[in-house]
């Protein structure tokens, strides 16, 4: 088949085939823009991914795509389609107060001590996907904490940070917020809103998002008082968790608090750290 007749085919909306060697630059795009480790098990989930923007630029393959993405001197256009490929390629399944005993110790052990002082307390969600993360802090310093809180979510997907600075998600989304803070910090929309939870402005207004590549250096966030590094470090492979851990442990202030998912782990790489319970560290202070 000649490349016009390909080209016909995938803009008919039919899928071409992603070949191993087109997965292997895939994979290696996604390494290293995000520091994932993509296993031989993903190539039908970067398939399906990507197959509509393939479609959609009429081109023949995914190598063409990849090529496209990848011009040497790319112009506007080239330039927002590979930071929608890394998008699409990033995993971002998140929901509210997932893994509910990182709230609970937010709650019954942090924030009685942020309370006996003024002092400003800050935050970092640093994987925060599409905000549910940020919002849940968001929610529990509101209903328990005194002391002024600001909270930092970011996340390397430009698409989803757009989802979660509006802080408007579908209803189902509710189900596992507690229903006092449902009901507190929470609208059900209405008429051409229904079936929509929208998270009340005072909540989206003690946090603020930013695209940030975990990989990089985030001196220019500045110290915070707790991080949130969960559920992204299982697709890291260990160099890249020794490089992050690293990076992100210099932003966190002296006492200040590290929570990861309670699926991983910081063996070997929790120097200057202690374990407080399963998942969640403390910075050794110096001295």
Same mark, same amino acid.
């Given at each position: 088949?000649?490349a016009t007749a %390909?080209i016909?085919?995938?803009?008919?909306?039919?899928?071409?085939?992603?070949?191993? *060697?087109?997965?292997?630059? !895939?994979?290696?795009?996604i390494?290293?823009? &995000?520091?994932?480790?993509?296993s =031989? *098990?993903?190539?039908?989930?970067?398939?399906?991914r990507? /197959?509509?923007r #393939?479609? /959609?630029?009429?081109? &023949?393959?995914?190598?063409?795509?990849?090529n496209?993405?990848?011009? +040497? @001197?790319p112009? =506007? @256009?080239?330039?927002k389609?590979?930071?929608?490929?890394? =998008?699409?390629?990033?995993?971002? @399944? %998140?929901? !509210?107060?997932?893994?509910?005993?990182?709230?609970?110790?937010?709650?019954?052990?942090?924030? +009685?001590?942020?309370?006996?002082?003024?002092?400003?307390?800050?935050?970092?969600?640093?994987?925060?996907?599409?905000?549910?993360?940020a919002?849940?802090? *968001?929610?529990?310093?509101r209903?328990?904490?005194?002391? +002024?809180?600001?909270?930092?979510? %970011?996340?390397?997907?430009?698409? #989803?940070?757009?989802?979660? @600075?509006?802080?408007?998600?579908?209803?189902?989304?509710?189900?596992?917020?507690?229903?006092?803070?449902?009901?507190?910090?929470?609208?059900?929309?209405?008429?051409?809103?229904?079936?929509?939870m929208? #998270?009340?402005? &005072?909540?989206?207004?003690?946090?603020?998002?930013?695209?940030?590549?975990?990989?990089?250096?985030?001196?220019?966030?500045?110290?915070?008082?707790?991080?949130l590094?969960? /559920?992204?470090?299982?697709? !890291?492979?260990?160099?890249?968790?020794?490089? #992050?851990? *690293?990076?992100?442990?210099?932003?966190?202030? +002296?006492?200040g608090?590290?929570?990861?998912?309670?699926?991983?782990?910081?063996?070997?790489? /929790?120097?200057?750290l202690?374990?407080?319970?399963?998942?969640?560290?403390?910075?050794?202070? =110096?001295?």
């Open positions: 088949m000649n %390909t016909m085919q995938s803009e008919a909306g039919q899928s071409c085939p992603l070949t191993l *060697a087109e997965f292997r630059v !895939f994979q290696q795009l390494y290293d823009e &995000a520091g994932i480790s993509m =031989d *098990a993903k190539q039908a989930l970067v398939s399906g990507l /197959n509509r #393939v479609r /959609n630029l009429g081109l &023949a393959s995914y190598q063409a795509y990849y496209y993405i990848n011009a +040497p @001197e112009d =506007d @256009e080239q330039s389609e590979r930071q929608l490929a890394v =998008d699409l390629l990033t995993t971002n @399944e %998140t929901y !509210f107060f997932r893994e509910p005993k990182h709230f609970d110790y937010l709650e019954d052990t942090l924030i +009685p001590v942020w309370n006996e002082s003024s002092q400003r307390r800050r935050i970092w969600s640093g994987a925060s996907s599409s905000g549910e993360e919002y849940s802090l *968001a929610m529990v310093c209903d328990s904490g005194n002391a +002024p809180v600001e909270i930092v979510g %970011t996340d390397i997907s430009r698409r #989803v940070l757009a989802t979660a @600075e509006r802080g408007r998600y579908p209803l189902a989304k509710a189900d596992r917020i507690p229903q006092h803070y449902l009901k507190k910090y929470c609208l059900k929309g209405i008429g051409s809103m229904s079936g929509i929208q #998270v009340d402005k &005072a909540t989206r207004e003690l946090v603020e998002f930013k695209a940030a590549n975990l990989q990089q250096s985030q001196h220019e966030l500045g110290q915070f008082d707790l991080i590094l969960r /559920n992204v470090m299982i697709y !890291f492979n260990q160099e890249t968790k020794r490089r #992050v851990v *690293a990076s992100v442990c210099r932003q966190l202030k +002296p006492g608090t590290l929570m990861v998912g309670h699926s991983e782990s910081l063996q070997g790489l /929790n120097d200057g202690r374990l407080m319970q399963n998942s969640v560290y403390q910075k050794v202070v =110096d001295g």
